[in-house]
């Protein structure tokens, strides 16, 4: 048995048997199953759901305290034309498409040559793809077919409204959009202090032309995303830069071979970057590394160079993690200087000056967006805690508790003699203050896998010794190692073990 896990773990590749788990234990699965599935749309389950929201609650505990004068709003997922017109989404939002002509799939071009040049052609246009696709003969990765003339497509999901449908109107591709409509409106809402966050957890929607990688690139995802506006004269000022100046962040820099711890202090004072620019940079650092318990070693922020930047952006690092599963690093979030390219943008279509009064002159404020990509994220956290020994006859997840679905699973080692009413009092007192399951089927040992298989940290047990010194045992997760916890200190010991003072559950 353990021979038989111990070969399928090196047989299956980690991409696959992470889907596996996940459609099995409700962590994610395609959407519209029943339906043959929707390409690029995942549905999450009942445990999947769990581990987002925690995930959530600790983007919002972290980042909406960057600052004192940060709040969360919820605009529409919906947004007018000409939102995209001023934001340039409709002219920029591209992405080059090419068809083979054999089998008439769509790829990205950019993505098929990167991979068979084994460098980034992004940002490029489309006559220099289809240019570089003759030069090196570059043919369909899955049927060796010839491959059309690359085509430029907007990704953006447009939807008809009214009786008529005449009424055309965007699903957003960024919730960032959400914000700059609202700006003014929550100035003076927000008693017109500066610098000013607005963040919205929401969805945006994206016509992806390949949608692939389980979670990475879908249709319809959930963002995270901080937009922080500022006065531009104090974009070297950071008002708790003491906080951060020593702290080393690990940047892999435009034309550099490999990421290098510098400190905050260094990136300003030697590599030129705009302290209220670094002092974030570090904010999404600790939030994916001391937050989420990811590991320093797989992270990076990485600069982009001018063509790999999004259209908006003057000064642009994404938050890297390396996921085994997929052989490479992926992009979770970025930094963005935005400027004053959407404001302004807004200012020109809308015909409403977006320009405040501040401290004694007038301006458009800049944009700092910090955002994230939340299903990315949850992926990540998912792969880099998935762990397997031949010690262990199931898989496990070593979630931090704050991120795992549940603290602590309850049991009761039998089902008669009042054992279960003692393991029900347990169950009850946690329920209180943490996400418990309570589970009485099944041998011990499949109640543990069950637990493993979803990342609960601690499982506690009720059994004849309980009703004899009303104490119980509590096992924990990656170690398998269990202690006796009298009932009465319960609470205490979980409050220990949960270490939950970060998230508010
Ligand atoms: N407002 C800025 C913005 O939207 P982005 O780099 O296009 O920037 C931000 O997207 C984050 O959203 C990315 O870092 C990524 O984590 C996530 N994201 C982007 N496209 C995605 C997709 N198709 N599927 C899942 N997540 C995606």
Redesign the pocket.
């Known amino acids: 048995m353990v021979e038989t896990k111990e070969k399928k773990a090196k047989e299956i590749p980690l991409e696959e048997t992470l889907n596996e788990l996940a459609k099995r234990r409700g962590f994610f699965y395609m959407s519209n199953e029943i339906y043959g599935g929707l390409t690029g749309f995942y549905d999450y389950g009942s445990v999947g759901t769990l581990i987002k929201r925690n995930i959530e609650s600790l983007w919002r505990k972290h980042f909406l305290s960057i600052g004192e004068n940060s709040f969360e709003i919820e605009p529409t997922d919906v947004m007018a034309e000409n939102v995209f017109v001023a934001s340039g989404h409709i002219k920029n939002f591209i992405d080059p498409s090419v068809r083979c002509k054999k089998e008439g799939i769509y790829y990205r071009a950019d993505h098929i040559i990167g991979n068979v040049l084994k460098k980034s052609v992004e940002g490029k246009s489309a006559e220099e793809l289809s240019k570089l696709i003759k030069e090196h003969k570059i043919r369909c990765p899955k049927c060796g077919g010839e491959l059309a003339d690359v085509k430029v497509l907007n990704m953006m999901l447009p939807i008809k409204l009214g009786a008529e449908g005449d009424t055309i109107a965007y699903l957003r591709?960024?919730?960032?959009q959400g914000v700059y409509v609202n700006f003014l409106r929550q100035f003076n809402i927000q008693r017109g202090r500066m610098p000013m966050g607005l963040a919205i957890v929401g969805k945006?929607f994206?016509n992806?032309i390949s949608?692939r990688q389980l979670?990475?690139?879908?249709?319809e995802?959930t963002?995270a995303?901080l937009q922080i506006f500022f006065d531009p004269e104090k974009i070297n000022e950071a008002e708790r830069w003491d906080e951060v100046s020593k702290y080393h962040l690990k940047v892999l820099f435009v034309g550099e071979g490999e990421a290098k711890k510098k400190t905050c202090e260094e990136l300003v004072s030697k590599d030129g970057l705009p302290k209220f620019y670094v002092y974030h940079m570090a904010k999404m650092q600790q939030f994916f590394i001391e937050v989420l318990g990811l590991p320093e070693e797989k992270f990076r922020l990485r600069e982009l160079d001018q063509d790999e930047k999004?259209f908006y952006n003057k000064i642009h690092f994404?938050?890297e993690i390396y996921l085994e599963s997929l052989h490479e690093y992926k992009?979770?979030?970025?930094v963005?200087y935005r400027t004053d390219h959407d404001l302004k943008g807004h200012q020109d279509v809308s015909k409403k000056s977006q320009e405040i009064f501040y401290e004694g002159k007038r301006f458009i404020p800049h944009i700092l967006?910090l955002?994230?990509?939340i299903?990315?994220?949850f992926y990540a956290c998912m792969e880099l805690s998935y762990r397997h020994t031949s010690e262990r006859e199931w898989e496990w997840f070593a979630f931090p508790p704050k991120v795992a679905p549940f603290q602590f699973a309850v049991y009761p080692l039998v089902g008669k003699d009042n054992v279960p009413e003692a393991a029900e009092r347990v169950y009850r007192e946690l329920k209180a203050n943490y996400a418990v399951v309570y589970d009485d089927s099944g041998s011990i040992g499949r109640r543990y896998a069950r637990a493993d298989e979803i990342g609960i940290p601690y499982s506690i047990t009720a059994d004849y010794d309980t009703l004899k010194d009303d104490s119980v045992t509590v096992r924990n997760r990656d170690t398998m190692k269990q202690i006796r916890v009298k009932i009465k200190d319960i609470g205490k010991e979980a409050a220990k073990l949960a270490g939950l003072d970060s998230l508010s559950q």
């Open positions: 591709p960024e919730t960032a945006a994206r992806e949608p979670l990475i690139r879908q249709r995802f963002q995303e999004a994404d938050v992009e979770l979030g970025g963005h967006e955002s994230t990509g299903d990315r994220t």
